[in-house]
C-alpha cells in the first residue's frame, strides 16, 4: 500500500491556544475505495483531493488496491473529492461530454462505477462489505456524494451506512468565510481509516430489437411503453423549477425511466388503474448507467436553459420529454398525451392511443 505525506509548509502558530478554531499538524488520514465485493481495483490511480480543516489540500492517485494514506494533515475532519473529469476515449462518454445541447461533466469516478456491479442481484445494499475490517469507518457513498455536479446522477438510495453531513459542517466552521452549502465531498475523520464502498452505476431500460424485420419482441414491449403514454410525466415541481426536480409518483413516465429504472429497479406500473394482478412485466437488460433511456439532467448553474428567469421559454425535463394539450382542450376533454426518451442507439416515442370516444376526434384531427 503507498502512503502519501503533505508537502505544505508547517505551521508553527495557532490562531488561538483553542484546538476548537485552530487544529494543528501531525495527523493522518488513510481510506480505500472499493466495490460492493470489497474490491478496491476497479478504482486504481483514481486521482482524489482531500482538504483538510485548516483548507490545505492534497491531491495523489490511489494506489492498485484503491487505497492511500495522507500523513501530517491538519487536526479536525477532512473532505474527500472524487471529481476528476474523465479523459479517456470510450466513445459513448465522449459523445456525452461534447455533444451540442445538455452535454454531462462525465467523471473518471462514473465511469469507473459504470463498470463495477451488484453485489445483491437486485440492486439492494449490501450490510457488510469484505474490505471493512471493524479497524476504522464504512461508508455506503454513491458517485454523486463524490463529485460537484450530480443532476445528471440517479437520485440517491437507502443505506445502512452514509456519509455524516456534520463533518462537512464543521469544516465549514474550522474555515473562516467557508460557506457549508459551497462544499461538497465526504467527510473523513483523522487518525482512522475509512472503508468508502461506491454503490455501482448499473440500470435497467426495456429490451428492444433494433432489426428491420418484424419483431413480436418489440410488439410487446412498445405495447406497454404505448399504455405508459396515458400516465403523466410526474415531475415535482411540475413547471417553473428552480434548483432541482424528482420523480417520486409511481405510475408515472418520469418515475418510470427517470427514477426507477435509472436506479435499478425493475418498474412493472405504466397505469393508475393497474392492480397486483394486472402485472405487465416488460423485458428489462441491465445496461451501464450513460445507456439507459435518458431524461435529461435539470441544473441552472450549469445549463443556462434550465433558469427560472427564462419564464416561458425555460426547458426542465416535462416539457423537453412530455407533451399534453389538457389545459388547452380541458373543456371538451380531446386532449392527447405523448412522451420522448432516447438512449445511443434507439429513440423511443410514445403516443397515447384511441381509448375513450374523444380520442377518436383527436384522431381526424392528428396534425
Known amino acids: 500500500m503507498n502512503s502519501y505525506t503533505s508537502t505544505a509548509s508547517p505551521a508553527d502558530s495557532s490562531f488561538s491556544a483553542r484546538n476548537q478554531s485552530c487544529p494543528l499538524k501531525g495527523q493522518w488520514i488513510s481510506f480505500q475505495i ?7 481495483k476497479p478504482y486504481a490511480g483514481l486521482g482524489y483531493t482531500l482538504q483538510d480543516s485548516a483548507e490545505q489540500l ?9 487505497y492511500v494514506k495522507i500523513h501530517n494533515c491538519y487536526r479536525g475532519p477532512a473532505i474527500l473529492k472524487v471529481d476528476n473529469e474523465y479523459s479517456g476515449q470510450e466513445k459513448p462518454y465522449v459523445r456525452l461530454k461534447k455533444r451540442p445541447s445538455y452535454k454531462l461533466p462525465i467523471t473518471e469516478l462514473q465511469v469507473r462505477a459504470e463498470k463495477t456491479h451488484f453485489f445483491h442481484k437486485d ?15 464504512f461508508i455506503q457513498v454513491e458517485v454523486r456524494d463524490l463529485v460537484k455536479n450530480g443532476a445528471h446522477l440517479p437520485p440517491v438510495v437507502d443505506r445502512h451506512y452514509p456519509p455524516k453531513k ?17 462544499l461538497y465531498g465526504v ?49 415535482k415541481p411540475p413547471v417553473r423549477p428552480t434548483h432541482t426536480v424528482e420523480f417520486k409518483f409511481n405510475p ?20 393508475k388503474d393497474q392492480s397486483s394482478v394486472t402485472r405487465y412485466y416488460p423485458l428489462y437488460e441491465e445496461v451501464p448507467y450513460s445507456k439507459r433511456f435518458e431524461i435529461l439532467p435539470f441544473d441552472p448553474t450549469l445549463y443556462e436553459m434550465n433558469l427560472p428567469e427564462k ?5 426542465h425535463p416535462a416539457n423537453l420529454h412530455f407533451f399534453t394539450d389538457h389545459n388547452k382542450y380541458w373543456l371538451s376533454g380531446k386532449s392527447t398525451q405523448a412522451y420522448i426518451t432516447h438512449h445511443d442507439e434507439i429513440i423511443l416515442i410514445g403516443i397515447r392511443g384511441t381509448l375513450e370516444k374523444s380520442d377518436w376526434w383527436r384522431d381526424a384531427d392528428a396534425v
Do not use: C
Request: hydrophobic share 35%; charged share 20%.
Open 58 to 66: 492534497y491531491t495523489g492517485v490511489l494506489d492498485e488496491e484503491g
Open 187 to 235: 467527510g473523513l475523520m483523522p487518525n482512522r481509516h475509512t472503508v468508502l464502498e461506491v454503490r455501482p452505476l448499473r440500470a435497467f431500460r426495456p429490451l428492444l430489437s433494433t432489426a428491420n424485420e418484424f419483431s413480436a419482441l418489440n410488439l410487446y414491449q412498445l405495447s406497454i411503453m404505448a399504455g405508459l403514454s396515458y400516465s403523466d410525466f410526474g415531475q
Open 252 to 271: 408515472s413516465v418520469g418515475n418510470f425511466f427517470g427514477d426507477a429504472l435509472a436506479n435499478f429497479r425493475q418498474s412493472w406500473r405504466v397505469e
Open 311 to 315: 419564464e416561458e421559454e425555460q426547458e
Open 166 to 182: 456534520a463533518l462537512l459542517d464543521a469544516v465549514a466552521q474550522l474555515s473562516p468565510g467557508q460557506d457549508a452549502s459551497d
Open 123 to 137: 440492486g439492494f445494499r449490501t450490510e457488510h462489505n469484505p474490505a471493512n475490517k471493524n479497524d476504522g469507518n
Open 34 to 40: 472499493v466495490d460492493e465485493f470489497g474490491n478496491g
